[in-house]
């Protein structure tokens, strides 16, 4: 995983906490399973439209999924 994917880290961090699979999280967003392993190795980022779905089946924000902190 490449050092500056927080988005990907985040995903895969948020979704074995709540443990699901990929395939399982995949499905809870309409995508494939291998797109979400592309987004947790740093192979492709997920559009906007994703990044909302994410976050809403991974009940977190949306700043908490691109790492932005409050600090």
């Given at each position: 995983m490449e050092k500056n994917n927080v988005?990907?880290?985040s995903i895969k961090?948020?979704?074995?906490?709540q443990h699901l699979s990929?395939?399982?999280l995949a499905a809870m967003i309409g995508v494939t399973h291998a797109a979400i392993s592309y987004w947790e190795n740093g192979?492709?980022?997920p559009n906007?439209?994703?990044c909302w779905l994410l976050a809403?089946?991974?009940h977190i924000t949306i700043d908490e999924l691109v790492g932005r902190t409050g600090e």
């Open positions: 988005i990907g880290k961090e948020n979704r074995t906490a990929q395939k399982q192979v492709n980022i906007v439209k994703d809403d089946a991974l």
